[in-house]
C-alpha cells in the first residue's frame, strides 16, 4: 500500500479504537479522551507543552487519555514508528512515575528464550549499559515491530525523563495484578525524578 491509502485506513482505524475504548472503558463509568501525536509533539517544544497541558488537563478531569501515534499526517520521516517509545515520549510528558510495557514476554531475558534454553530473565536494571543494550534483538514477533530493541530504547527514554519502566506479559488475566504479586518481569529504574 501507499503513504496515502495507509493514512486514510487510520483515519477510519482511529474511529473504531477510540470507539470501542470509550463504551468499553463507558461501561465502568470512565470518561475517555483521544489524543493523537506526531514525533513533532515531542520533540518542539510549544507542541510538547500544549499536548502536556492537555494530558494533565484529562487526567484532572478523571479522563482517561487513549494515546495513540496520528498515522493519518505521519509519514516515514517523522514518525516513532513503534508504540514502546511512543509510550515511554507520552510517560515522560505526563511526569508518570511508572511505565508498564505489556508484551509478549515477560520481561528482558539475557539471550532469546525461544532460542537458548539458557536464557533467564533479568528481574532488574539498575541502570541500561551496553550490555543491556546487546540482548536485545531483532522484532520478537510478527506482531511488533521492532521487538525488545524498541523496549530497551523506550527504557532508556522513560529512565533518562525520571520514569521507571516494567516490561511484563500482556497475554494474561489481570497482567496488573499480576506485576502485583511478584509475577516474573522485568523493572528498568530510573535514578532520575520526573
Same mark, same amino acid.
Given at each position: ?9 487510520? +483515519? ?11 463504551? =468499553? ?13 506526531? #514525533? ?10 500544549? +499536548? ?5 488537563? %484529562? ?6 487519555? =487513549? ?18 517509545? #511512543?509510550?515511554?515520549? =507520552? ?16 520481561? #528482558? ?29 531483532? +522484532?520478537? *514477533? ?17 529512565? *533518562? ?10 497475554? =494474561? ?15 528498568? %529504574? ?5
Amino acid at each position: 500500500r501507499g503513504l496515502v491509502e495507509s493514512q486514510a485506513a487510520a +483515519a477510519v482505524g482511529q474511529i473504531a479504537l477510540s470507539k470501542s475504548w470509550a463504551e =468499553v472503558l463507558g461501561k465502568k463509568g470512565i470518561t475517555t479522551g483521544q489524543i493523537l501525536v506526531t #514525533l513533532g509533539d515531542t520533540e518542539e517544544r510549544q507542541r510538547y507543552l500544549n +499536548a502536556r497541558a492537555t494530558l494533565g488537563r %484529562l487526567l484532572d478531569l478523571r479522563a482517561i487519555p =487513549v494515546v495513540n501515534e496520528n498515522d493519518t499526517v505521519a509519514t516515514d520521516e517523522i514518525r516513532y514508528g513503534d508504540n514502546d517509545r #511512543l509510550a515511554a515520549r =507520552v510517560a515522560t510528558m505526563a511526569g508518570a512515575d511508572l511505565l508498564i510495557l505489556l508484551s509478549d514476554i515477560d520481561g #528482558l531475558y539475557t539471550a532469546p528464550p525461544n532460542t537458548n534454553p539458557e536464557a533467564t530473565l533479568i528481574p532488574v536494571v539498575p541502570r541500561i549499559t551496553a550490555e543491556i543494550e546487546s540482548m536485545a534483538g531483532g +522484532a520478537g *514477533s510478527e506482531l511488533s515491530r521492532g521487538g525488545m530493541r524498541t523496549k530497551i530504547e523506550a527504557a532508556k527514554i522513560a529512565t *533518562s525523563g525520571g520514569t521507571h519502566m516494567i516490561i511484563a506479559d500482556g497475554r =494474561v488475566d489481570n497482567p496488573l495484578g499480576a506485576i502485583a504479586s511478584g509475577k516474573p518481569c522485568t523493572w528498568f %529504574l530510573t535514578g532520575s525524578n520526573p
